[in-house]
């Protein structure tokens, strides 16, 4: 999609860097956004990490695909959240 060709009906009218609007229980508007927790296990402070979504719409056929606009910060929070969530290898290692 991002290469300009909408995979459903190979359409070339792609509006790019769209605008994906969330409404709040009060209706205020903000960008609809992922998460994720580098500390998921913790009672508190599970570090949420969370970047807003933008979206590629086909102008053809309205197929919409959603990208992350920050997805590094994503990536090093799951690496995190492995990090924390394996237990230490002592004393695991099988003898041949
Ligand atoms: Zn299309």
Not at 9 to 18: K, W, Y
Not at 82 to 91: F, H, M, N, R, Y
Request: proline share 5%; charged share 20%; net charge negative.
């Amino acid at each position: 999609m991002k290469n300009g060709i909408c995979p459903k009906c190979d359409g070339t009218i792609i509006v790019q860097g769209v605008r994906v609007i969330d409404r709040s229980h009060g209706g205020a508007q903000q960008d609809l956004s992922v998460a994720v927790y580098s500390n998921p296990n913790a009672w508190l402070f599970k570090g949420q990490v969370m970047t807003e979504l933008w979206a590629c719409v086909c102008g053809v056929c309205g197929f919409t695909e959603l990208y992350a606009t920050n997805p590094d910060v994503l990536v090093k929070a799951a690496v995190t959240a492995q990090t924390l969530g394996v237990p230490k290898k002592e004393d695991e290692s099988e003898p041949e």
